[in-house]
C-alpha cells in the first residue's frame, strides 16, 4: 500500500481475530506445490502473521519476510512468530509499491487480500516481479465481493454488498479483484504462457462456521474502519451500519445458512 492507499478494513480487534484465523491450508493451498524446503519469501501484507508463521514453518530453514504498511500489525505478527518457536521470520514496514529489496532477491513472493485494497494494483504486481528471481514465483489471491452468494435471500446483506462496492470505490480500490488477477499480472509485464490461473472458495454453512462469520462482520460493519469510512464518506449513519449488523446477525441464526466467499488465485512464474 503507498499514502494514498486507504485499507477498507483497518485494523479493529474483529479484524485481527478474522485474518488470524488465515493458514496456508485454507488461504493459499494453490501455492504448496511450488513451496520447498530453504526458499526465500516474501509475505506482502503480512496483517497478523499467521500465514506468514506458516510457509516459514513450511520452508525452514529458509527465511520469511513479512512486510505490512502498519507497524502496529506487525508487532501482532512478531507475537505470533515468537508463539511458534520459529527464528526463521523477519518482519518490517514496507510498501508494496515500492519494495525495500534488490532485484531477484526472492524464490517467492506471496500476497493475500492485498491487491484488491490498492489504488494501483499493477504497479504491486511489477514490483513483486522484479524482486522475483528468474525461476521463481508471485502467487497472489483476492476475493471477488461480488462473486460472493449467500442463502437464505437477505435484503439487509444485499445492502451490505452494495455498500462494501461504493466504500471500496471511494477508496479507489477494487473490490471485484479475484476476476482481474490474470488482466493485472499481463499488465505487469508477467509472461501470459507462464500464468496459472484458478480459483478457491471459503464456505461458512456449519452452525459454528455461521456464527463466527456473522458475528465478526456484525461488529465489522459497526467499529472498524469500514464503518468509519461509510460513515465519513456519507454513504451511511451509525442508524444504518446497525441495521446492517441485524441483517448479519439474522443470516448467522438461519438454520439453513450458508455463505461462499469466491477467490481468485494466480501463481504467475518469473
Given at each position: ?12 480487534a ?27 519469501v ?11 508463521v ?5 520452508i ?6 513479512g512486510?505490512?504498511?502498519s ?43 492485498v ?27 483476492d ?11 437477505s ?26 488477477l ?32 456473522s ?20 454513504l ?7 441495521l446492517?449488523?441485524?441483517a ?23
Amino acid at each position: 500500500m503507498t499514502t494514498q492507499d486507504v485499507y477498507t478494513h483497518g485494523h479493529h480487534a474483529s479484524v485481527l481475530r478474522a485474518h488470524s484465523r488465515r493458514t496456508v491450508e485454507n488461504s493459499a493451498a494453490y501455492l504448496v506445490p511450488a513451496l520447498e524446503v530453504g526458499q526465500r519469501v516474501l509475505d506482502v501484507g503480512c496483517g497478523p502473521g499467521s500465514i506468514t508463521v506458516d510457509l516459514a514453518a513450511r520452508i525452514a530453514p529458509g527465511e520469511v519476510v513479512g512486510v505490512d504498511t502498519s507497524a502496529a500489525v506487525l508487532h501482532v505478527a512478531r507475537q505470533a512468530a515468537q508463539d511458534a518457536g520459529l527464528a526463521n521470520v523477519r518482519l518490517q514496514v514496507a510498501d508494496a509499491a515500492a519494495l525495500p529489496f534488490e532485484d531477484s532477491s526472492f524464490d517467492v513472493v506471496h500476497a493475500h487480500q492485498v491487491l484488491q485494497h490498492l489504488t494501483d494494483p499493477v504497479a504491486a504486481l511489477r514490483e513483486m516481479r522484479r524482486v522475483t528471481r528468474p525461476g521463481g514465483v508471485v502467487a497472489v489471491r483476492d476475493a471477488d465481493y461480488a462473486a460472493m452468494t449467500w442463502y437464505p435471500a437477505s435484503p439487509g446483506l444485499d445492502e451490505w454488498l452494495a455498500l462494501y462496492h461504493e466504500v471500496t470505490l471511494a477508496n479507489g480500490a477494487e473490490a471485484d479483484a479475484g476476476r482481474r488477477l490474470v488482466a493485472w499480472a499481463q499488465e505487469a509485464g508477467f509472461d501470459p504462457e507462464l500464468l496459472t490461473a484458478g480459483a478457491g472458495v471459503w464456505c461458512y454453512a456449519s452452525p459454528e462456521e455461521r456464527a463466527w462469520w456473522s458475528q465478526t462482520w456484525a461488529e465489522r460493519v459497526t467499529s472498524s474502519a469500514f464503518a468509519q469510512q461509510a460513515i465519513g464518506y456519507g454513504l451511511a449513519d451509525d442508524v444504518a451500519l446497525e441495521l446492517l449488523a441485524d441483517a448479519w446477525r439474522a443470516w448467522g441464526e438461519a438454520p439453513d445458512g450458508w455463505f461462499a466467499v469466491l477467490h481468485g488465485e494466480l501463481l504467475a512464474r518469473v
